[in-house]
Nanobody
Framework: QVQLVESGGGLVQAGDSLRLSCAAS????????MGWFRQAPGKEREFVAA????????YYVDSVKGRFIISRDNTKNTLYLQMNSLKPEDTAVYFC?????????????????WGQGTQVTVSS
């Protein structure tokens, strides 16, 4: 079992950058494939980005490609999401998720563990 805690959210203006972090504790972080999801008010939780347990492969939803970068530091048990050129439509609660696997996953039902989320608000 792994516990996940997100941080780094906040209120920014369009065009600004933020870096989210997801600190993991419990079992060995490096066995987990990781993902970032977001949920805007009144909408379903949607996939943002994912990374394999080694960090060797990543995957993004089209709307964030070229703007967001997912990465991980297995020595620090931490997952990151660097968000650049933020837009108002990026406003949401951002969640990190984990699943013990060698594969990469892009849907909510694929993940077993979730953090509590961190709010990102982008003003126009």
């Amino acid at each position: 079992q792994v516990q996940l805690v997100e941080s780094g959210g906040g209120l920014v203006q369009a065009g600004d950058s933020l870096r989210l972090s997801c600190a993991a504790s419990g079992r060995t972080f490096s066995i987990y494939a990781m993902g970032w999801f977001r949920q805007a008010p009144g909408k379903e939780r949607e996939f943002v980005a994912a990374i394999t347990r080694s960090g060797g492969s990543t995957y993004y939803v089209d709307s964030v490609k070229g703007r967001f970068i997912i990465s991980r530091d297995n020595t620090k048990n931490t997952l990151y999401l660097q968000m650049n050129s933020l837009k108002p439509e990026d406003t949401a609660v951002y969640f990190c998720a984990a699943r013990a696997s060698i594969a990469i996953f892009t849907t909510t039902r694929d993940y077993d563990y979730w953090g509590q989320g961190t709010q990102v608000t982008v003003s126009s």
